[in-house]
């Protein structure tokens, strides 16, 4: 089965800096996708990036960005220029046939 | 475009009752899938809907089901109710069917309370 790790529960950026979440993924398929969604307070969740497994290049979406390592199963994403409204509890998930999330991430910015 | 909505936003329920939860996906969107979000086990995947028919279903009991309408609208049963099934429902669609490929839209979710 395909799992999806989060090792970080909680982290914490100081605004306008940077920060990486982390997430790694087990499978045994080639063809896959990988997201990143954000669910603030008001929990309704929201797609932040994409990242599709057959794709070598690593996705990017004005300050969000991944590091795609397909051999080492891992996706990360880079937060750059951190602002208040990107506090929010984030999920990595990954999709072959069904959505797997990962634990989740909350983060934290501060002023 | 109308985003996805989730009816009821809250329901209290006690245990032994049956629910049923409804789910209007972004028009156009054939597809429907519906997760449960709980502090314990996190975000899992319930099933998908397809035109009408349930395409994929995840590892819950068969308390949990589903269905779809010709319109794509979709409702999800929850009978016999337990205290654990107490979560945020959330219903996501998608134009095709949410193999990665489409986009998922999430609903607000739906809170449900069982005591």
Redesign the interface.
């Known amino acids: 089965a395909q799992t999806v790790t989060q090792s970080q529960p909680e982290m914490s950026v100081q605004e306008a800096e940077t920060v990486t979440l982390s997430c790694t993924y087990d499978t045994s398929e080639s063809d896959?996708?990988l997201?990143w969604?954000k669910q603030p307070p008001?929990?309704?969740?929201?797609?932040v990036i994409?990242q599709?497994a057959y794709k070598q290049q690593n996705a990017t979406e004005n300050r969000f960005s991944v590091n795609f390592q397909k051999a080492a199963k891992s996706f990360s994403l880079k937060i750059s220029d951190s602002q208040l409204g990107d506090a929010a509890m984030y999920?990595c998930a990954y999709?072959?046939?069904?959505?797997?999330?990962?634990?989740?991430t909350r983060l934290t910015v501060k002023p | 475009k109308a985003g996805v909505t989730q009816t009821p936003r809250y329901l209290i329920k006690t245990r032994g009752q049956q629910v049923t939860l409804s789910c209007s996906p972004i028009s156009g969107h054939r597809s429907v899938?519906w997760?449960q979000q709980t502090p314990g086990q996190?975000?899992?995947?319930l099933f998908?809907y397809f035109s009408e028919t349930q395409r994929?279903k995840?590892n819950f009991p068969g308390r949990f089901s589903g269905r779809q309408f010709s319109n794509s609208r979709s409702e999800m049963n929850v009978s016999t109710l337990e205290l654990g099934d107490s979560a945020?429902y959330?219903c996501?669609s998608s134009w095709g069917l949410?193999?990665?490929?489409y986009?998922?839209?999430?609903?607000?979710?739906t809170r449900l309370t069982v005591l």
């Open positions: 896959y996708y997201f969604y008001s929990r309704q969740m929201i797609l994409r599709e999920f999709n072959n046939n069904d959505m797997r999330f990962g634990a989740g | 899938s997760y996190g975000l899992q995947f998908e994929n995840g945020l959330l996501a949410a193999g990665g490929r986009e998922q839209f999430f609903g607000p979710g």
